[in-house]
């Protein structure tokens, strides 16, 4: 038995925990069959490097965290196994007669006993709590006259080892329709929640996408004449496309970086809501250097 043998064997020996039979007849079976360490060629020598390799990563991967309460706590930090996040829908508001309806899906991210999304989860609780009260009052003060209409949905745009976005998507119908979407970040690699601003290092980043979203604005006016955006507009001013460290965003398959806009915020309302997606390599010179590793391929 070799050095590194004997320190998998102490190391299992000094857990609280005591070891089921079954795993502990496993990993001694295991570490007999390393063949014994003799003058061989080069070749064997290689071959039993691997296969020793081999079983102690077995009994590493698979063995140790059923066993070790220790060795399991420390995988749960690496968030490739420790942080999978679920979004459950906890809560339907619903109500209908002829003339009005609400259907509001309130979703919660669960992640266990980690409460880094606890903030997340308050916002939306307080986003679609204020909905639905506005929704009930408006009922009571018009006494059920005219047509209205509230639907809130969501869904999960990110979802990786080191980061995720929800995006709650709202819909409004009162004489006539609005829709906005908010999205929520959180860096898995800190457990903080994140806004624009927190990604970017240089204020410059602000004007470079602001102008890139015109030039794309321009090119699609230029191709389709039925789209129109109010770049360019004298009534509107200069500043129509404004982008500051509070503004919606969120990263694509391709971790470009997507800029949305609400209906009525750039264009009028039969153009609905706009997105532009901005190259990453654009902007990759303004971010914070852990956002430059998060992005990075």
């Not at 990759?284 to 852990?290: A, D, E, G, S």
Request: glycine residues 4%.
């Amino acid at each position: 038995m070799n050095k590194k043998d004997k320190q998998i064997r102490q190391r299992l020996s000094n857990e609280n925990m005591e070891i089921p039979s079954t795993v502990k007849s496993k990993i001694e079976q295991t570490l007999m069959q390393l063949p014994k360490q003799e003058q061989q060629p080069v070749y064997s020598n290689r071959k039993r490097f691997a296969y020793a390799f081999a079983c102690i990563a077995f009994i590493m991967l698979f063995l140790l965290p059923n066993v070790s309460t220790t060795y399991a706590k420390t995988l749960e930090q690496i968030p490739i196994i420790g942080e999978l996040v679920k979004v459950v829908t906890i809560r339907n508001y619903y109500y209908a007669d002829d003339k009005h309806e609400m259907d509001i899906h309130v979703p919660k991210v669960d992640n266990e006993e980690n409460g880094a999304f606890d903030a997340i989860n308050a916002d939306v609780e307080e986003l679609t709590q204020m909905l639905v009260e506005r929704f009930y009052k408006d009922l009571e003060t018009f006494g059920g006259e005219g047509h209205s209409s509230v639907y809130v949905n969501y869904e999960v745009v990110t979802n990786t080892d080191s980061w995720f976005t929800l995006k709650l998507i709202v819909n409004e119908v009162a004489g006539s329709g609005n829709t906005y979407y908010k999205y929520y970040h959180l860096n898995k690699l800190t457990g903080a929640t994140v806004t624009l601003e927190d990604i970017v290092s240089d204020k410059a980043f602000y004007q470079v996408v602001a102008e890139d979203i015109k030039q794309q604005m321009r090119e699609e006016m230029a191709q389709d004449s039925n789209l129109k955006y109010w770049v360019d507009d004298s009534t509107f001013g200069d500043d129509i496309v404004s982008i500051d460290g509070k503004h919606n965003f969120y990263f694509n398959k391709e971790n470009d970086l997507v800029i949305p806009f609400d209906k009525y915020e750039v264009a009028p309302g039969y153009m609905g809501t706009s997105e532009f997606v901005v190259d990453k390599d654009l902007i990759m010179k303004f971010l914070h250097p852990q956002m430059k590793k998060i992005l990075a391929p």
